[in-house]
Structures are given as structure tokens and as C-alpha cells.
T-cell receptor, first 111, second 114 residues
């Protein structure tokens, strides 16, 4: 299946620091999604991106749809302890097609 | 966005038995999806379930092992059959929320096979 690579695989940061993570693909996608998964829960959608170059914010989170359509980026500003979790990107080639999920970035915020 | 109720939330099962997982959505949706998340791994699509037709399975997944029902537009079940320890995973159902809401997931079923 399609492989989406996320980096970094894990991050340990101090509370208040900014976070950046990215997701790359060998294929072009028309939609990018970013999810957060807490332990024992299903993934929760954070941001959806539908257009190359699009920059979308959700509170302290900002995500960008890469201009090549093969990558996407997620930034978290001024991290807080509740940001802890695993962040997944997901890409879709076209409407009705399946979403392929990235390998995940585990975020730990140290108070 | 749609609200999904999935049950059971967790179960411990004996090898060789089967478990049926239920997924209830609070609104009518055309497509429902079943994912597997193995320990420490990402999500892998098992199959897509449309109401009124056979589910479409992804490579590596077969109907005999993971039979799916989709009797109406708000409900689906996934059965994990003849379980082995390798089936220990989180199983998640998801719907296409559309209207810019992307995919919504249930809280998952954590399955342990002993």
C-alpha cells in the first residue's frame, strides 16, 4: 500500500516550545488530513486541507498542504501538556478513494 | 460532524473464537470504513462498507476472516473470525464526514487474543 512517512518519529519538548512535524509521500494527494490520537481513543481530526499551498489554522495548530502535493506540515505553537499524543497525517488521492495514514509522530510535552 | 458509537470498547478473547464489533452512526452515511491499528503502528484500511453491496476489501484482508455487514445507512459490523494472537489490535470504524470534516473515527475496539 501507499507509504506516508512522518518525521520526526517522536519528539520530547518543553512546555511552551513550538513543534513542527511533516509528512511526505511518493504520490500526489488531493486531500491531506491531520489527526491526533490519545491513548485508548480513536483519532480525532485536527485540520483538513484541500488545495495545494493551503495554510489552515485551528487554534494553536497550523497545517499546510505542500505545493508539490506530496507533502504536508503541521505546526503547534506554545505547546501545553494536553498536546501529548500521537499525530497522524492522512492523504487521499481523490474523492471516494481511501485515506492512507502516515507512520505517526509521538509528542511528549515536559511541564 | 458525525458521532460514532463503537462497541465493545475492549475485549479479551480466546484463540479460535470470533468477535463481532458494532459501529453505530448518528446520521446516515454512504460509506463506512473499518481500520486496524496494530500495537504501536499506524492505521491500515481493512475494507470499505457501502449499504446494499458487498464490502470491498484491501489487499491482505479477506471476507472469510473479516466478514462485514452493512444493513442500513447508520450501522455496520465487523467480525474478526477464528482469532489468533496476531489479531490483537485496535479496530476502528470511520465514516466520511464530508462537508470539510474529513473522516470521523469511533473510539475503537481494543482486542486482545490469548
Amino acid at each position: 500500500g501507499q507509504q506516508l512517512n512522518q518525521s520526526p518519529q517522536s519528539m520530547f519538548i518543553q512546555e511552551g516550545e513550538d513543534v513542527s512535524m511533516n509528512c511526505t509521500s511518493s504520490s500526489i494527494f488531493n486531500t491531506w488530513l491531520w489527526y491526533k490520537q490519545d491513548p485508548g481513543e480513536g483519532p480525532v481530526l485536527l485540520i483538513a486541507l484541500y488545495k495545494a499551498g493551503e495554510l489552515t489554522s485551528n487554534g494553536r495548530l497550523t497545517a499546510q498542504f505542500g505545493t508539490t502535493r506530496k507533502d504536508s506540515f503541521l505546526n503547534i505553537s506554545a505547546s501545553i501538556p494536553s498536546d501529548v499524543g500521537i499525530y497522524f497525517c492522512a492523504g487521499q488521492r481523490g474523492t471516494g478513494n481511501q485515506f492512507y495514514f502516515g507512520t505517526g509522530t509521538s509528542l511528549t510535552v515536559i511541564p | 460532524s458525525a458521532v460514532i458509537s463503537q462497541k465493545p470498547s475492549r475485549d479479551i478473547c480466546q484463540r479460535g473464537t470470533s468477535l463481532t464489533i458494532q459501529c453505530q452512526v448518528d446520521s446516515q452515511v454512504t460509506m463506512m470504513f473499518w481500520y486496524r491499528q496494530q500495537p504501536g503502528q499506524s492505521l491500515t484500511l481493512i475494507a470499505t462498507a457501502n449499504q446494499g453491496s458487498e464490502a470491498t476489501y484491501e489487499s491482505g484482508f479477506v471476507i472469510d476472516k473479516f466478514p462485514i455487514s452493512r444493513p442500513n445507512l447508520t450501522f455496520s459490523t465487523l467480525t474478526v473470525s477464528n482469532m489468533s494472537p496476531e489479531d490483537s489490535s485496535i479496530y476502528l470504524c470511520s465514516v466520511d464526514g464530508r462537508a470539510n470534516y474529513g473522516y470521523t473515527f469511533g473510539s475503537g475496539t481494543r482486542l486482545t487474543v490469548v
